[in-house]
């Protein structure tokens, strides 16, 4: 395939999915700039993966897999280095200019709840929560089926409970 007809297709592509990625980086990071960063890296990793994108899987479950190994992988790295504080106070009072990025309070309440849930349970209630079915999820993770079926009971009781604990 030609190189701008490449290009083009994974352009359209990332049009059409950008939602996804978006929940990721929103899941997976509190800060407006760090969810931006990470949307980056996670287009830049599914660039260079995209020539050996064989279409074995659907488009969605691969761009899933590259998704989250990024983000485990800045996960990892980011464990290993010292805490960074903010720049200022003065920071967070900057304005968001990406209105995709704001977030509802009830759904800031259920990211703060799955925040507290392992980087793997994180991952198996963003994508029952996108509507995938219990085989995607496996496939997309390399968990067997009854595997994502018990974690996701588990994941929904800790998430009922830890709402109610945030409640006033």
């Given at each position: 395939?030609?190189?701008?007809?490449?290009?083009?297709?994974?352009?359209?592509?990332?049009?059409?999915?950008?939602?996804?990625?978006?929940?990721?980086?929103?899941?997976?990071?509190?800060?407006?700039?760090?969810?931006?960063?990470?949307?980056?890296?996670?287009?830049?990793?599914?660039?260079?993966?995209?020539?050996?994108?064989?279409?074995?899987?659907?488009?969605?479950?691969?761009?899933?897999?590259?998704?989250?190994?990024?983000?485990?992988a800045k996960l990892r790295r980011e464990k290993s280095r010292p805490?960074?504080?903010?720049?200022?106070?003065?920071?967070?009072?900057?304005?968001?200019?990406?209105?995709?990025?704001?977030?509802?309070?009830?759904?800031?309440?259920?990211?703060?709840?799955?925040?507290?849930?392992?980087?793997?349970?994180?991952?198996?209630?963003?994508?029952?929560?996108?509507?995938?079915?219990?085989?995607?999820?496996?496939?997309?993770?390399?968990?067997?089926?009854?595997?994502?079926?018990?974690?996701?009971?588990?994941?929904?009781?800790?998430?009922?409970?830890?709402?109610?604990?945030?409640?006033?």
């Amino acid at each position: 395939m030609e190189k701008v007809s490449l290009q083009k297709e994974f352009v359209q592509l990332i049009a059409i999915q950008q939602k996804l990625i978006h929940s990721l980086c929103s899941l997976y990071f509190s800060q407006s700039e760090d969810r931006k960063d990470m949307f980056q890296e996670i287009v830049l990793q599914l660039w260079k993966a995209y020539p050996s994108f064989n279409h074995q899987s659907k488009v969605s479950t691969w761009m899933y897999r590259i998704a989250l190994n990024t983000v485990f992988a800045k996960l990892r790295r980011e464990k290993s280095r010292p805490k960074n504080e903010p720049y200022s106070e003065y920071a967070y009072q900057i304005s968001a200019s990406d209105n995709s990025l704001e977030l509802t309070q009830a759904t800031e309440e259920l990211y703060r709840a799955i925040e507290q849930l392992s980087d793997v349970d994180k991952a198996i209630i963003m994508l029952y929560l996108e509507e995938h079915s219990y085989e995607e999820i496996a496939g997309i993770l390399n968990l067997s089926r009854t595997n994502v079926s018990t974690r996701i009971n588990q994941i929904k009781s800790k998430l009922e409970k830890l709402l109610k604990n945030q409640l006033p």
